[in-house]
């Protein structure tokens, strides 16, 4: 307790120090009565001063002359006036032939027909959700009968893929046998040409080596070789 009365003793004496020896100094040789003298004279000027700039923009006021100024701004407007005529213009063109007649084309036709596109669209939901919901209704019976009902399809697909493999075979069988027989047709043509190729073949090696009968030989031997063929 007695250190704290110390600090606040000490704080008052500071204080009290301070103050008696600004006063002091304030009184000594006039310096505090100076001071003021100085501070009041610094702002005397300043009033002073924007006193006499406030006379001086009266008077310069005084002598101004608009009139050049007014006329230019009038030249200027007289200048944009017609642009800006026209600009209305076509404000009010626009906004007579193109923005209200959209407008009445807008409530007239497009918007019922929005909104009947809307109203359309929640049917359409609508019978959407009620088979949603006959669907979902149903899926107990459904499962219920799911296993009969996969055997079910599942024999009927036996059954398409036996008649399928038994007309198949069918075919093919059928292919086969027309095959073989074709075969067997030309079978020996092939052969019987060869033979009479090579029977015209002797007959004219024969002839050419025959004396005075070329040409008896050729013609026995190419009409003996070809009725042998029409008769064959």
Same mark, same amino acid.
């Given at each position: 307790m007695k250190n704290i009365l110390k600090i606040i003793t000490g704080i008052n004496k500071t204080a009290s120090n301070l103050i008696d020896n600004f006063a002091k100094a304030w009184e000594e040789s006039d310096v505090g009565k100076r001071i *003021?003298?100085?501070?009041?004279?610094?702002?005397?000027?300043a009033v002073g001063t924007i006193a006499n700039c406030a006379k001086k923009a009266a008077e310069w006021a005084s002598t101004i002359d608009f009139a050049p100024l007014l006329e230019s701004v009038l030249e200027l407007l007289n200048s944009i006036k017609p642009i800006?005529?026209?600009v209305w213009n076509g404000v009010e063109w626009a906004f007579q032939y193109v923005i209200l007649p959209y407008l009445k084309a807008l409530i007239e036709n497009r918007l019922p027909g929005i909104i009947l596109f809307i109203s359309s669209l929640f049917d359409t939901l609508d019978g959407f959700f009620t088979w949603l919901g006959d669907v979902f209704a149903g899926v107990p019976g459904f499962f219920?009968? *799911?296993w009969e009902n996969i055997q079910n399809i599942w024999n009927k697909l036996e059954e398409f893929g036996g008649w399928l493999y038994e007309k198949v075979s069918e075919i093919v069988d059928w292919f086969g046998e027309k095959w073989?027989?074709?075969k067997e047709i030309f079978a020996g043509v092939g052969e019987w040409f060869r033979e009479k190729f090579t029977e015209a073949w002797e007959a004219v090696k024969y002839v050419f080596s025959s004396g005075g009968a070329?040409?008896?030989g050729i013609v026995d031997g190419i009409f003996n070789v070809f009725r042998d063929?029409?008769?064959g």
């Open positions: *003021l003298t100085i501070i009041f004279e610094m702002l005397n000027k800006w005529d026209a219920a009968n *799911l073989n027989g074709i070329i040409f008896d063929v029409v008769n």
